[in-house]
């Protein structure tokens, strides 16, 4: 091999080595979770068959179960002890989102759920959350041995259904601009604020959920 041809190679390597380096998942303290959970569109076909396999031949109360675990890690991560308790969710900050997404930033905080209210669950910074929340409730199927087990597709679209309500709650509580040009609340919403603060601590005592079992 001539030694021009041994310096190509030599670039060549260092420019895959480069670019592996750049599109590999970030590593923030802990192994990430898959940032974007996206195949080909033949891949999506095959998991939304296998899906829907798995939901047409399971007994109702194997869904009931998950779906309450699902609302019970929510309620947990989240701390809320219902769903219109969303409303008051702190989004992550545009800040921090675009430098995750788009630089070199940090991954979202796995202690502190703050999610990107202004994207659906397929964005960058939302999808690492829920596949965080997705190796939660996995890892508390193995620890405490679940007589029902679900195949991580199957939970992944419930994570991903449940994060639709909330977003759903969320935006519609979102101020409206009246027609004088002034913002204004939802009726519905200003009352369940009002009831929140008063209400808090009752709720909280009230709680059905095991929280201690998803808290951090």
């Not at 080909?40 to 047409?56: F, I, S």
């Not at 990107?116 to 829920?130: E, I, M, R, V």
């Not at 604020?193 to 095991?210: D, F, P």
């Amino acid at each position: 091999m001539s030694t021009s041809e041994s310096v190509m190679e030599n670039v060549i390597a260092e420019g895959l080595a480069t670019a592996l380096c750049n599109i590999l998942p970030k590593i923030s303290g802990t192994l990430q979770p898959f940032p974007n959970h996206r195949h080909t569109p033949h891949h999506k076909r095959k998991e939304d068959r296998e899906v829907a396999l798995e939901k047409a031949t399971e007994p109702s109360h194997h869904r009931d179960f998950i779906l309450a675990e699902v609302h019970c890690l929510f309620k947990a991560r989240l701390y809320i002890t219902q769903d219109v308790d969303f409303i008051t969710h702190k989004p992550a900050s545009v800040h921090d989102v675009h430098a995750y997404e788009h630089e070199d930033g940090p991954t979202p905080d796995e202690n502190t759920i703050a999610f990107d209210l202004s994207q659906n669950y397929l964005s960058p910074w939302n999808a690492f959350l829920l596949e965080l929340l997705l190796q939660e409730l996995q890892s508390c199927c193995r620890e405490e041995n679940w007589p029902i087990k679900k195949s991580d597709n199957y939970i992944r679209e419930i994570l991903r259904d449940r994060y639709k309500c909330l977003h759903t709650i969320w935006r519609n509580a979102q101020p409206k601009v009246a027609a004088t040009g002034h913002l204004k609340m939802p009726g519905k919403v200003e009352a369940h604020l009002i009831n929140e603060r008063t209400q808090a601590g009752k709720e909280s005592r009230q709680a059905t959920c095991h929280r201690n079992k998803y808290e951090h």
